[in-house]
């Protein structure tokens, strides 16, 4: 069992920076794959970025250059680095955590965080 603990999110302007932190406790996470996902008031979730245990990372287009994704193994934490944020990118993001070598879909992620509120206003 893996528990996973979003933070870090809250009210930023466009344009504005923000930075999640996932805190994962439960298994070894230095050999676990950590995804980022979002979801939008009436969409279905949508993957942003991941970072595989030997620290390959992998990003969806529409965030291709203003996210970045990284992991601190050793306090067990990953980070999603969110700049030039826009108003539309309002959602709840999450963490999630797959024993997948690489995962880009939430069908390839066993646990998932509670969510975290991003509210970007314009």
């Known amino acids: 069992q893996v528990r996973l603990v979003e933070s870090g999110g809250g009210l930023v302007q466009a344009g504005g920076s923000l930075r999640l932190s996932c805190a994962a406790s439960g298994r070894p996470f230095s050999r676990t794959t950590m995804g980022w996902f979002r979801r939008e008031p009436g969409k279905e979730r949508e993957f942003l970025a991941a970072?595989?245990?030997?620290?390959?990372?992998y990003y969806a287009d529409s965030v291709k250059g203003r996210f970045t994704v990284s992991r601190d193994n050793a306090k067990n934490t990953a980070y999603l680095q969110m700049s030039s944020l826009k108003y539309e990118e309002t959602a709840v993001y999450y963490c999630?955590?797959?024993?997948?070598?690489?995962?880009?879909?939430?069908?390839?992620?066993?646990?998932w965080g509670q969510g975290t509120q991003v509210t970007v206003s314009s």
């Open positions: 999630a955590a797959s024993s997948l070598p690489v995962a880009r879909k939430d069908s390839g992620y066993e646990y």
């Open positions: 970072i595989s245990w030997n620290g390959n990372t």
